[in-house]
């Protein structure tokens, strides 16, 4: 410990480090307890699907869009749009797109 002192006290002079790591904790929580779910998913292809749909969800999440609102608003456009302007319903482009359209 007394080796590692100078990068265990950062904390005192730099106010935003976290002694804990709870947050990450919090972060993973849902993957941790879907962990035993995932395993009934019926099939190979069951979890591919749910693999794919937690990730997308994940990414809205993480680019500050809620994944309710974009998800309904993706399922809702993507019959009507060319192949082409598929990225456009990407969660970081969705967002942009969103802010765009309030200003």
Known sequence: ????????????????????????????????????SWLFAGSERGADRAAAMTTLIMTAKLNDVD???????????????PQSRLPELLPWNWKHQDLQAAA
């Open 1 to 36: 410990m007394l080796k590692r002192w100078d990068r265990f006290a950062r904390f005192i002079g730099d106010g935003r480090i976290c002694l804990t790591n709870n947050a990450a904790e919090r972060a993973l929580r849902g993957f941790a307890l879907g962990r035993k």
């Open 67 to 81: 994944p309710l609102a974009w998800l309904a608003d993706a399922l809702a456009r993507i019959n009507d749009i």
